[in-house]
Every structure is written in structure tokens, then in C-alpha cells.
């Protein structure tokens, strides 16, 4: 069900009073330090745009996962494309046109794109890496122990080239998968080592992930609060969790950083200070390190996902299912690669 945004608290103003479609919220005077002087905002194009945002900075563009769509080629079944969004001309092209039921994805240290393959009732969910130019692929890791993945969700990559990913149980509760074998844990896969290890196994969905600036804290979000398609469960989880990065590979002191409303997080990032930010039923939501809304951008149907990018990363891109939008702000993102 469509979760509508739900006013924001009188302590919040619009950055412009005057103007009722101005999308910039201000719940805390820090906020004005993401802004900068002169944010702008602008609906890009109008696209199935859903998941996975990436920005591909040698081509100025975007490469996003689209929403699922049926086919019945060659049975009956559901099917996510690989879309690039030029930023130079804001056309919207075919990069890949079937994933494997591909969600998130982040580009690698190394610059090669890494995808999490959801996968269907017939193939496996695994985590891919593809060669950005010539589209060559090759599996990263597709199971635990022997035992096939859920639905990989959201991915990232610490300094040390290792890769972390959530696998909720999504892909069941949407008909695409069989019942699940493993939980809905969090990985951790070591490249050098080939070792995969579960690094949580408390949450309901884990879905977004991010690392502070200085990697000594993982943030977490859990999307249970949606189950099954159409679906939202109020007393369900709908939060994000903080995590100590203890040896570079274990996560300690678990504990509730901030609760999302409207809708869900689902898309998770962290910006060069610190700050975090999330998707939400009504855009998304920036928090600071100690949990307190500090504002919004409003995006009218919601946002899915989202990413920094452009050629200083000071450019939010946002997929809200049926459109990109950008937002112009002087924070910046982390440059990985």
C-alpha cells in the first residue's frame, strides 16, 4: 500500500516559506551546511528507475536497476534490466536488459561494477561483478556453506576490498524465489581469502548498508516493516542500526541509531562528514552522527534509492520508481574509486 508523507514537525521549515514546492526541509540549522547557499532541485527524466543507483563517472552517467517486470520469454517470470541515465543529454538506455533480477549495486575500489543478483526459482542469487566496458561478468560468491542466498539486497565495499552485503528474504515473499534456506543475515566476503562470513543475524530485512567516513561504524537499515508486496506493518521494523567495526571484520555494540517515517529506509549513504542519509516514504532523510533528524528533501511519490555522484559527488540522484530527480547540495559523498 502507498504509504502518504505525513507533515513534518512544526520545529521543521521549508528552506523558502513562500514557496510550497520548495523540497528543502529544515529541521535543525546544521541542515544548512548540507544545502550550501544555493541547492537546486529538478526532475531529470521519467523513467522505471527502482534500485541500485550507481554513478559511472567516466561516462557522466547513471546506472540503476529497473523495476520488475513480467515477460514469458522463455517462461513465465519476472525481469530487472541494467539502465544507464546520460547525464550529458538525460537519455535513458538499455545497458544490461536482463540481470538475474538484479537490486543493488556500487562500483568496486578497483572501478568494475558489482551487482546483487537476486535471482529466480530456476538460477542462483549471487553477488557479480561486471566489467564496465565490455560487460564481461563473473560470479563473486553465490552461497554460504553451500546453501543458495535469499535475495541479495544492497552492497558495499570497505578499503580493504572486502564486500558487504545484505540478503533479505524479499525474493520469497514476491513469488520470485523458493522458500529460504539460510536466514536474513549480513555478509561479509573476503576477495583474498574467498572466506564468506555472517556478520549479523538479528534483523528482520537488512536492506541498506553504509560505512562512516572512517569505516569504524556500519550502518544498517531493516525494511521489515514491507513483507509481502502491498504490504506495511507499522510494528514491524523500520529503522536504522549502528554497528562498531571491531578488527576490520566484526561488528559490536549493536544499537538503534533512528527510526524512518513515513514508509521505510531502504537506500543508505554517508557523506564526507559524517552525516546520514536515508530514503524514505517522503524523499529522503539526512540524520546526524547522533541520530537527530536534521532535514529532508521532498520527493512528492517517495524515494526507492539513491546515490551521490557528478564530478564533485556533490550531486544526490534519486530513483523514486517512476522518475530520476537530482539535488544540487554542497555535502559531498565519498569518492571510492
Request: glycine residues 8%.
Amino acid at each position: 500500500m502507498k504509504i502518504e508523507a505525513m507533515d513534518y514537525p512544526k520545529i521543521c521549515q521549508k528552506l523558502d516559506p513562500y514557496d510550497q514546492n520548495c523540497p528543502f526541509v529544515i529541521c535543525a540549522d546544521e541542515f544548512r551546511d548540507v544545502l550550501g547557499a544555493t541547492p537546486q532541485f529538478k526532475k531529470l527524466v521519467e523513467t522505471d528507475a527502482h534500485e541500485g543507483p550507481v554513478y559511472w563517472k567516466d561516462e557522466d552517467a547513471i546506472l540503476f536497476t529497473t523495476l520488475p517486470e513480467s515477460t514469458n520469454i522463455p517462461i513465465p517470470t519476472k525481469r530487472v534490466a541494467i539502465k544507464k541515465l546520460s547525464l550529458k543529454d538525460n537519455k535513458v538506455s538499455v545497458w544490461r536488459d536482463s540481470s538475474n533480477m538484479g537490486n543493488g549495486m556500487t562500483i568496486d575500489r578497483q572501478g568494475h561494477l558489482l551487482v546483487c543478483e537476486q535471482g529466480t526459482k530456476s538460477t542462483l542469487a549471487r553477488i557479480s561483478r561486471f566489467n564496465l566496458y565490455n560487460k564481461d561478468n563473473e560470479t563473486v560468491v553465490d552461497g554460504w556453506w553451500g546453501l543458495p542466498f535469499n535475495s541479495p539486497n544492497d552492497i558495499v565495499v570497505k578499503s580493504d576490498n572486502t564486500i558487504w552485503f545484505t540478503d533479505p528474504s524479499y525474493g520469497y515473499l514476491q513469488g520470485l524465489k523458493n522458500p529460504p534456506l539460510v536466514g536474513n543475515f549480513v555478509y561479509r566476503y573476503d576477495p583474498e581469502t574467498g572466506f564468506l562470513s555472517v556478520v549479523a543475524d538479528s534483523f528482520n530485512k537488512p536492506n541498506g548498508l553504509a560505512f562512516s567516513p572512517d569505516e569504524s561504524i556500519l550502518y544498517i537499515n531493516d525494511s521489515g516493516a514491507i513483507q509481502e508486496p502491498g504490504s506495511y506493518y507499522v510494528d514491524l521494523p523500520h529503522h536504522i542500526r549502528a554497528f562498531d567495526v571491531k578488527d576490520d571484520r566484526h561488528l559490536v555494540n549493536d544499537r538503534l541509531f533512528a527510526v524512518v517515517t513515513p514508509g521505510i529506509p531502504d537506500g543508505l549513504k554517508v557523506d564526507t562528514k559524517g552525516r546520514i542519509y536515508s530514503s524514505a516514504g517522503d524523499g529522503v532523510q539526512v540524520f546526524n552522527q547522533q541520530g537527530d533528524l536534521i532535514g529532508k528533501i521532498l520527493v512528492d511519490d517517495g524515494v526507492a534509492n539513491f546515490t551521490f555522484g557528478g564530478p564533485d559527488n556533490n550531486i544526490l540522484y534519486m530513483m523514486a520508481d517512476k522518475a530520476i530527480y537530482k539535488a544540487t547540495l554542497q555535502a559531498e559523498g565519498p569518492k571510492l574509486y
